[in-house]
């Protein structure tokens, strides 16, 4: 068969014996058929607006390097990334350290001894949130944040600290760091079930072993349970940093990137300029940039990623 | 390796009596039962409001039980919004996109796994890449085209981009399964004279059938909770989604607490119910994407 294989230079061989590889292209034609309309024209069209002024109706107008020239010296689109920064803290940093502390304690002190259903129904109230359409969960904690009578000011208010009641997703000092505490609770619940699957694997030995060393909890955390789940850890690193620089409907639920710009984010910014303020060539371009920051970040973590787990073998 | 991971299982399992509980274990308990609770504490928030009369809420704030048990919000939701035709809207285009899209992931990754047809790796990354793109650098342009099929504002516009959309994830995930499929069962396939079609009908399809079904959940799920291309897309009451409406009506300035807590509970309840149901399914599959 691999001699087989190695002379059949022109045609290739598929893993059902008999059978050449092209015969199975018919398989591929619809899939990829679509594949070309829905993704890769549409993708294409959008870095050629990119070059262009448009308005959505009438003629466009090829530009050259206008927009891009415009999109690095607008300040905007520096700070809707910067904003982007901030929202990978709280969908990235902030519920992964969170998530690692309780599913370490739900596996290791819960599951163990309080038995596995207390600790997946633990498990599932955090996981409750991320089950939401985010649509829904952000406009959920609008409601709990409102500015005039919301649930927070309430509580506020009848724990006597009235003075702190706050228009939380209006004020500028404010709107940012409600936000990322609003995605922290849709979040959080990603990391910990994710987590939880891959501790399942580690055998208890290590744990009772370090345990007979003397070792504390956090000395049994970082020695065993941080090293052992590093490719979930990465796995969640990367996907939900994708997910964060693609952030929308939260902002154009909650703040519509304000007061100002104080929340803008790049997904949003295009969606602005695509459908708002009807400067298509421009919303093209951020959204090419936006494109460009994802693919580059993922393509740099894979192989870091890759690295980092061939180190583990 | 998933010898090892069972008996650690196992052994987990079998320990679990063996322990004493410390004072730290029940301190443990209780901080996350907080924890837990600190989250499910809007919900609860909202559930308790959704029953309350809006001058209740006016004189009491939204911390309070309800004086007074009232389904108003709920009813006044359901009529307004013709909340059943809405979960139609959104049960119809979850369905047919899941189904779509599995049959989709099935052919494609049945070519490229198991066919290897030239250029595999290749295509597979294309749809990689495909699966990370924002939906901003294809919306405009799809915007524009389904405009001039005269598709926008069609149910069916959504479903076709969702489909695409979600098959690209199915064929990444499914292709690599394939991949690795044993190649003992598809040489004794071979033998017995069975057919490309035969063969993933008959053998590929039910081997493969727990790694569908969780993509089928999974498909189902996200395309329901999707917001930014069916907004753009689905301007017309009568083809929006339940995050849509649900939306509309929190656009609306006058809105008042207890109308919006009642519409959100709604809104919810669909999502609830379908985990109660699915819940192993999402379980199994959260976890394999995340090993994949």
Not at chain 1, 13 to 40: D, M, Q, W
Not at chain 1, 280 to 305: E, K, M, R, W
Not at chain 2, 119 to 133: D, F, P, R, S, Y
């Amino acid at each position: 068969m691999a001699g087989n294989r190695k002379h059949a230079h022109h045609e290739s061989l598929s893993r059902l014996p008999g059978n050449k590889s092209s015969r199975f292209v018919p398989y591929l034609i619809p899939g990829i058929l679509g594949l070309t309309i829905i993704v890769i024209v549409p993708f294409v069209w959008n870095i050629y607006l990119s070059f262009t002024r448009w308005r959505g109706v009438g003629p466009v107008r090829f530009i050259g390097l206008q927009n891009w020239q415009r999109l690095f010296k607008d300040s905007t689109f520096w700070i809707s990334f910067l904003n982007s920064f901030w929202i990978i803290v709280a969908i990235v940093v902030i519920p992964t350290i969170l998530g690692l502390f309780i599913s370490s304690l739900l596996t290791d002190v819960i599951q163990k001894k309080f038995g596995g259903k207390t600790a997946s129904f633990l498990r599932a109230l955090f996981y409750l949130p991320q089950l939401l359409p985010v649509a829904v969960a952000a406009i959920i904690m609008g409601w709990i944040f409102r500015p005039e009578d919301g649930a927070v000011n309430a509580l506020l208010e009848q724990i006597g600290l009235g003075s702190l009641t706050h228009n939380w997703l209006g004020s500028p000092d404010s709107a940012l760091p409600v936000l990322m505490f609003i995605l922290v609770w849709i979040q959080l619940g990603y990391p910990i079930v994710i987590f939880m699957s891959g501790l399942q694997r580690v055998d208890p030995e290590l744990y009772e072993a370090a345990s007979l060393d003397g070792a504390n909890w956090w000395q049994k955390f970082r020695v065993v349970t941080l090293p052992s789940i590093i490719p979930e850890l990465l796995v969640v690193i990367l996907t939900a940093t994708i997910g964060a620089l693609k952030t929308f409907a939260p902002v154009y639920l909650l703040t519509k990137g304000g007061p100002g710009t104080a929340t803008t984010v790049p997904s949003y910014y295009s969606y602005n300029q695509f459908f708002q303020v009807q400067q298509v060539g421009y919303g093209a371009a951020i959204s090419t940039a936006l494109t460009a920051v994802i693919i580059v970040f993922s393509v740099v973590f894979t192989i870091i990623q890759k690295r980092v787990e061939k180190n583990l073998v | 390796m998933s010898q090892s991971m069972t008996a650690a299982a196992a052994k987990r399992a079998s320990h679990k009596t063996q322990h004493v509980r410390s004072a730290g274990d029940w301190v443990t308990l209780v901080l996350l039962i907080v924890a837990a609770l600190v989250v499910l504490f809007p919900l609860l928030v909202l559930t308790v409001n959704a029953f309350k009369t809006q001058a209740d809420y006016n004189a009491a704030g939204p911390l309070s039980l309800p004086k007074t048990f009232t389904m108003e919000g709920i009813v006044s939701f359901w009529t307004t919004t013709k909340f059943p035709l809405k979960f139609f809207n959104s049960l119809i285009i979850s369905l047919v996109v899941a189904v779509a899209a599995v049959v989709l992931s099935v052919l494609n990754s049945f070519a490229l796994g198991i066919g290897k047809v030239k250029g595999n790796t290749w295509i597979v990354l294309a749809i990689m890449l495909a699966n990370m793109m924002p939906q901003e650098a294809l919306l405009y342009p799809l915007y524009t085209m389904f405009k001039a099929a005269g598709l926008y504002n069609t149910k069916l516009a959504i479903i076709i981009i969702f489909t695409i959309i979600q098959s690209a994830y199915g064929t990444y995930l499914l292709s690599s399964v394939y991949g690795t499929f044993p190649q003992a069962i598809l040489e004794a396939a071979a033998i017995d004279g069975a057919s490309r079609w035969q063969v993933l009908r008959k053998v590929v399809l039910p081997i493969s059938w727990p790694t569908i079904s969780v993509l089928f959940v999974f498909f189902f799920v996200w395309t329901w909770n999707e917001y930014m291309i069916p907004m753009a897309f689905l301007m017309g009451d009568d083809v929006q989604t339940i995050p849509l409406a649900l939306a509309t009506l929190q656009g609306q300035h006058t809105m008042e607490a207890t109308t919006l807590a009642s519409a959100s509970l709604l809104s919810i309840v669909p999502t609830i119910i379908f985990f109660i149901i699915f819940q192993r399914k999402l379980s199994q599959g959260i976890t394999a994407g995340a090993v994949k």
